[in-house]
């Protein structure tokens, strides 16, 4: 299986840039997702393929990368984003999810 | 609005069957192109995909619970089903169905809110 691996946590500031990664183990060519789960809630869908923000999704988040770096980027962050953040991808069976960044805000 | 519900027994025993139900408004599985899953989220493995159903009634399952999972939908009641037999307690986790995005590329556009599974003797 494609091992999708991210960085267990991040603490940044309000108003302050920050970039989650997710390294696949294998190419994924631009078959990767994000998503923002925040605690008793189920994941919601923020970037499609790569770099497509779903919809309602602010233009704050935006997403990057091909083959098998990709980065989740929040510019800027706002309390609310406080949330673990997954990727997903679908290019090789089966779908597999990271474990997840936990994102801080100091 | 596309909603999705998950529901379950919430507590069954080790080697019994798991009967799960996925009610679903916004969208019908019997138009070309969409696609229900069933992801688990537990603290042991993080987030599993375990399977997708199409509106063609094509399957597709994990490999690594293959001989496990049973699929299934009812397209007039717009319901997905998902069963998992032989339940063991590394299979206790939230289980969540979801859209297939229809932009045709692997990811969950909608998810339920999920429903809790305890397996415990």
């Known amino acids: 299986d494609t091992v999708l691996t991210q960085s267990p946590a991040l603490a940044v500031s309000p108003g302050e840039r920050v970039s989650i990664s997710c390294r696949a183990s294998e190419g994924v060519n631009s078959y990767m997702h994000w998503y923002q789960q925040k605690p008793g809630q189920q994941p919601k869908l923020l970037i499609y393929k790569a770099s497509n923000l779903a919809s309602g999704v602010p233009a704050r988040f935006s997403g990057s990368g091909s083959g098998t770096d990709f980065t989740l980027t929040i510019d800027p962050v706002e309390a609310d984003d406080t949330a673990t953040y997954f990727c997903q991808q679908s290019w090789n069976d089966p779908y597999t999810f990271g474990a997840g960044t936990k994102l801080e805000l100091k | ?121």
């Open chain 2, 1 to 121: 609005q596309v909603t999705l519900k998950e529901s379950g027994p919430g507590i069954l025993q080790p080697s019994q069957t798991l009967s799960l139900t996925c009610s679903f408004s916004g969208f019908s599985l019997s138009t070309y192109g969409m696609c229900v899953g069933w992801i688990r989220q537990s603290s042991g493995k993080g987030l599993e995909w375990l399977a997708n159903i199409w509106w063609n009634d094509d399957k597709y399952y994990n490999p690594s619970l293959k001989n496990r999972l049973t699929i299934s939908k009812d397209t007039s009641n717009n319901q997905a089903f998902l069963k998992i037999t032989n339940m063991d307690t590394a299979d206790t986790a939230t289980y969540y169905c979801a859209r297939r995005g229809t932009e045709a590329s692997g990811y969950f556009d909608y998810w339920g809110q999920g429903v809790m599974v305890t397996v415990s003797s």
